[in-house]
């Protein structure tokens, strides 16, 4: 079964830093990989995914990710934050197939101080 | 351009009454899925379906009832309901042909249970 650890639970920056949020997979094959972001009181918007080919992936909102296989990461980093990107940040890893099904992590909460 | 509809939005059961969260997607996507989410816990999935006719447990899913007569429509039935059952609760769609994986949301149903 494949699973997904974030390590950050929070995370503070100042607008206008640079981010990295962390996000390591567990799973046999090759992944999908996703990133979710939510705002407060919102759903879940996809940022970016990861199927195959170029591991690095470009998103909405000037956000990318690295696939590492050696490393089972997919680290999110934008190089300058706004303010409007504080949220919470959900990585998710996926299975090919019909009966796919998404395994989410437990989130990283970015706060991002003026 | 709805894509993924949940209702209602706000929910507050007493222990034991029975409701259900409505969702449905003009998308014509296949897949339909289920999704608690508790602090620290990320999203869990409750049911989910491939088809009009076709479901499946997920993780968590003591407690839930579900059905799928049409591709549009995709209930969740709580029986009797218990405080544990107190959550945001998200739809998620997605296709099963092509490049799978990518799931669309609702905004969420938050349910209280006293």
């Known amino acids: 079964a494949q699973s997904v650890t974030q390590p950050d639970i929070h995370i503070t920056v100042s607008e206008g830093a640079s981010l990295e949020l962390r996000c390591n997979y567990s799973y046999g094959a090759t992944p999908y990989l996703f990133w979710y ?28 990710a690295e696939f590492k296989r050696s ?28 009966a796919s099904k998404l395994t989410f992590g437990t989130g990283t909460r970015l706060q991002v101080t003026l | 351009n709805a894509g993924v509809t949940q209702t209602p939005k706000f929910q507050v059961l007493k222990t034991g009454q029975s409701m259900t969260l409505q969702c449905a997607q003009d998308m014509n996507h296949e897949y339909m899925s289920w999704y608690r989410q508790d602090p620290g816990m990320g999203l869990r999935l409750i049911h989910y379906s491939v ?39 998200f739809c998620a ?22």
């Open chain 2, 93 to 114: 769609s997605r296709r099963t042909s092509g490049r799978t994986g990518e799931l669309f949301f609702g905004e969420g149903s938050r349910l209280t249970v006293l």
């Open chain 2, 51 to 89: 088809g009009a006719g076709i479901t499946d447990q997920g993780e968590v899913p003591n407690g839930y009832n579900v059905s799928r007569s049409t591709t549009e429509d995709f209930p969740l039935r709580l029986l009797s309901a218990a405080p544990s059952q107190t959550s945001v609760y």
């Open chain 1, 71 to 98: 490393q089972s990461s997919f680290n999110l980093r934008k190089p300058s934050v706004h303010w409007s990107d504080a949220a919470e940040y959900f990585c998710a890893v996926g299975t090919t197939g019909t």
């Open chain 1, 37 to 64: 972001v939510q705002s407060p009181g919102q759903g879940l918007q996809l940022l970016l995914k990861y199927f195959s080919g170029d591991t690095l992936v470009q998103g909405i909102k000037g956000f990318e």
